[in-house]
């Protein structure tokens, strides 16, 4: 039985580390005095701190979910880092990214029924 709280927390860990992703993006677009500091500075600690945050939390989700879930479900991402871009980091969405997100969409949507 699939449990749709353990779906939720799939899917927040997938959001979660979208933001992670963003946080990584953030952080190579300053300029750094040297490799060492472009490696280790507090953003990139961070979104790395929560990409090993996130692995957790997916880890714990399947308890609830089957294994041939979590792929469908990790598809999400897509969605996530591109309403993320669009609204932080300011990115054009364009037409045929929007057919690809609703492409996704689909996908998931009839994967899980």
Sequence with gaps: MISPL???????????????????????DRKYDSKLKEYLNPLVII????????????IYAYKGIPLSLGPILETTGYLWVSLLGYFILKEKISRRKILGLAVVIIGIVISCV
């Design 6 to 28: 353990h779906v939720f927390i799939y899917v927040f860990s997938v959001f979660i580390s979208s933001v992670s992703q963003i946080i990584l993006k953030k952080s190579a």
């Design 47 to 58: 979104a790395y701190g929560i990409f090993f945050l996130a692995t957790l939390v997916t």
